[in-house]
Every structure is written in C-alpha cells, then in structure tokens.
Nanobody, 124 residues
Framework: QVQLAESGGGLVQAGGSLRLSCVASGRPFVNYAMGWFRQAPGKEREFVAAINWSGGSTAYANSVKGRFTISRVAAKNTVYLQMNSLKPEDTALYYC?????????????????WGQGTQVTVSS
C-alpha cells in the first residue's frame, strides 16, 4: 500500500505562485509515475500534470502549460508542482496520484493511489 500526503496549498492573489508537495510512504516506491489532478466545486476531477519514474518525461494539461512545472526527487519519494502566474480559474482541490506508468497516471479512472488533497484558492 502506498500513502500519499499533499501539502503547500493556500490562498494567493492572481499572478502569484505556490509550490505543492506530495510525499509517498508505505511500500517500496519503485517505478511509479506521479500525477497531479484538481477538482473545482461542481466540476469533475481533471488531469493537471504527470512525471515518470525517472523524471525524464513529463506531461501537462493545455490549461497549465508554461505556468506549472512538475518535478520529483526520487530519494525523498516526493513530487512537486510549481505553480506560477496563478489565475482564479486554478482554484481547486489539488490531488496527487501514483500509478504504474506515465500514461496510466494521467487517467482519473485508472488504478492507482490518491492523496487526500490540498486546497488552492486564487483570488482576483
């Protein structure tokens, strides 16, 4: 079993930045790709960004390309989401996900492990 714990959310003004962290614990965390998703009130959970096990391959939703950067430190079992130029429409509960493979991790319905989420609120 893998446990994921997100942190780093908060309230920020439009144009500001936040860095989210997700720490994995539990069973050996090998060959897992990591992803970030978000869910705004009344909307479905959507993919934001993903990174493969080695960190050499990343993927982003069009809505965040050029503003968000995903990275990971394997030795710390930690993945980060650096969010710059935040917009009010980025307001959501942000979730971390772990799954086998960068393609699999990008799909909400696919098998994997989820964290509890961290709230990001961007004021206009």
């Amino acid at each position: 079993q893998v446990q994921l714990a997100e942190s780093g959310g908060g309230l920020v003004q439009a144009g500001g930045s936040l860095r989210l962290s997700c720490v994995a614990s539990g069973r050996p965390f090998v060959n897992y790709a990591m992803g970030w998703f978000r869910q705004a009130p009344g909307k479905e959970r959507e993919f934001v960004a993903a990174i493969n096990w080695s960190g050499g391959s990343t993927a982003y939703a069009n809505s965040v390309k050029g503003r968000f950067t995903i990275s990971r430190v394997a030795a710390k079992n930690t993945v980060y989401l650096q969010m710059n130029s935040l917009k009010p429409e980025d307001t959501a509960l942000y979730y971390c996900k772990a799954a086998k493979g960068i393609t699999t991790v990008q799909t909400t319905a696919s098998d994997g492990y989820w964290g509890q989420g961290t709230q990001v609120t961007v004021s206009s």
